[in-house]
């Protein structure tokens, strides 16, 4: 008998997600971090956010994120063969397990990067095969130098699963891992690069269709990007544990000595390039406003010691770079998508910079001194930087969020400058002070008001600009009139009657 002609033929359901067309893959965990979207829609479909979201959850089933199995290397053996081991030799081999493992799982994160990321996005041209190649690098590359050491490490290993000699293994290997000095010296570019990108919908899309399928553990795609980066700090650990529970009268041990000093050697100069690196990549997103402000140590620069948001006394942020030897105050702009740094203000070589402790209440974000408002507005966790000329340019008074950043700043600052804090000295109370730290701030406050006369230029320029002046005025190039000179006088002498409650030290 036939069918009726008009029997309803259900449809095919469509398809929702590019990740489900591409095959899922065994993965590490790694840790996760990115913006996530709560619903998306198909081109073309004009449904309102919650019906979307009503047609994404009938069309889609959720799968569970696929896990990678965590069992001891001790239970894959037998009983008889685990009775017969020590139980140090058990986690030495625990350890060695531990290691080769990491390796397979890189080696799979690795391949997988390629093959559910790069390949379809440059299939489909949501990227250009140049912007892949800046963010993804040479990974292929470093997939067979990791496939080298577990077959060493397979070879090695007794038909009883047990490694007996790793050390040369090792020690012949781990300086193949300076190949990573390129890619870890581009992350900084890749990332601003993929979170660029990540403005396109296009990409946005793929990466949260991707970030949802199971294959991906629930991570982003820069997380698989810096996985080379987290696995090369993992081996130190890895191999002094190694040691740990290696007998000292084992062939292994110096090896392993060794081992562990090759690896931080090889971790210290890949340091150093990603540092350069890093640095030449701040270099070149400053603007300046005028030509005297392109101090040539800033392009000689190699180290950026310390860089980031601070606030200024008028509560403007500005970000911060303090190179090995210069300090430069920038305002962030964004122009045509392009973030770059304003330079703010004309930059303090270090050699030239005095750091300035204040107590909280001292200044209130606004140019105020204490007591003229409430304790509500007085300003915490500041401290001040300036030339030690007062004729070269202004003092800054800048403010970090707590206590810990305002710590950090400070301590930075502090090294960076205590090499020439001996012979930049400019006055007696800056040698006072190197001298005697610990002197109470009652005191200090006494001895600048009877010190004042000899320093009146100098304190009048800070003082106005803290009361002053706005940050965006022009420089202080010349001497100081004598009113304001006498305006410096008498607050100097307020403050050392008031009790001097402001600590500072010049370093």
Not at 108 to 113: M, T, V
Not at 255 to 278: C, F, M, P, Y
């Amino acid at each position: 008998m036939k069918e009726p002609s008009n029997k309803r033929v259900r449809p095919l359901a469509r398809v929702t997600s590019l990740a489900n067309l591409i095959s899922p893959v065994r993965n590490g965990a790694v840790r996760r971090f990115g913006q996530t979207i709560q619903s998306f829609t198909l081109r073309g479909d004009s449904r309102s956010p919650a019906s979307a979201q009503k047609f994404s959850s009938r069309s889609t089933v959720p799968v569970p994120a696929k896990r990678r199995s965590s069992a001891l290397w001790s239970e894959t053996l037998d009983g008889s063969m685990k009775q017969s081991l020590t139980s140090r030799e058990i986690r030495r081999q625990e350890a060695i397990y531990e290691m080769s493992r990491g390796e397979q799982d890189l080696i799979e994160d690795l391949k997988l990067a390629r093959k559910a990321y790069h390949d379809p996005m440059l299939k489909l041209s949501i990227m250009s095969e140049e912007e892949l190649t800046h963010i993804f690098g040479d990974l292929d590359a470093y997939i067979p130098l990791h496939e080298d050491l577990l077959e060493r490490i397979g070879e090695a290993t007794k038909p009883g699963g047990t490694v007996e000699h790793v050390g040369q293994i090792l020690v012949n290997w781990l300086p193949g891992l300076n190949a990573y000095k390129g890619y870890c010296s581009n992350q900084l570019a890749a990332k601003a690069l993929l979170d660029q990108k990540k403005q396109d919908p296009r990409v946005q899309d793929f990466l949260q269709r991707c970030l949802e399928s199971p294959f991906s553990r629930k991570l982003d795609l820069w997380s698989f990007l810096d996985i080379p980066r987290s696995r090369l700090v993992k081996y130190p650990l890895l191999l002094k544990e190694i040691l740990r529970h290696t007998p000292k009268d084992h062939p292994d041990v110096q090896l392993l000595e060794k081992a562990i000093l090759i690896i931080q050697g090889v971790l210290s100069d890949i340091n150093v390039k990603k540092g350069e690196s890093e640095c030449q990549y701040y270099i070149d997103k400053l603007e300046y406003l005028e030509e005297k402000q392109k101090d040539p140590r800033i392009e000689s620069s190699k180290v950026l010691l310390c860089h980031g948001e601070l606030k200024n006394k008028n509560g403007h942020k500005l970000h911060i770079f303090l190179f090995q030897d210069i300090l430069v105050l920038t305002r962030p702009v964004t122009r045509n998508e392009r973030h770059s740094y304003q330079v703010y203000r004309q930059p303090i070589p270090v050699q030239e910079l005095v750091l300035e402790d204040l107590q909280d209440g001292d200044v209130r974000m606004g140019g105020s001194f204490r007591g003229a408002f409430g304790n509500s507005d007085k300003a915490k966790n500041i401290f001040r930087v300036r030339f030690q000329d007062p004729c070269l340019g202004q003092s800054h008074t800048l403010q970090a969020n707590d206590v810990f950043h305002k710590q950090q700043w400070f301590s930075c600052i502090r090294n960076a400058i205590a090499p020439f804090q001996q012979a930049t000295g400019p006055s007696e109370l800056h040698q006072e002070c190197r001298e005697n730290p610990t002197t109470t701030s009652n005191a200090r406050a006494q001895r600048q008001a009877s010190m004042v006369s000899s320093m009146t230029q100098g304190k009048a320029d800070g003082d106005a600009a803290e009361c002053g002046a706005p940050v965006h005025t022009a420089d202080h190039t010349t001497g100081m009139k004598a009113p304001r000179a006498q305006t410096s006088l008498r607050k100097a002498r307020d403050r050392a009657q008031v009790g001097g409650k402001r600590k500072e030290t010049l370093v």
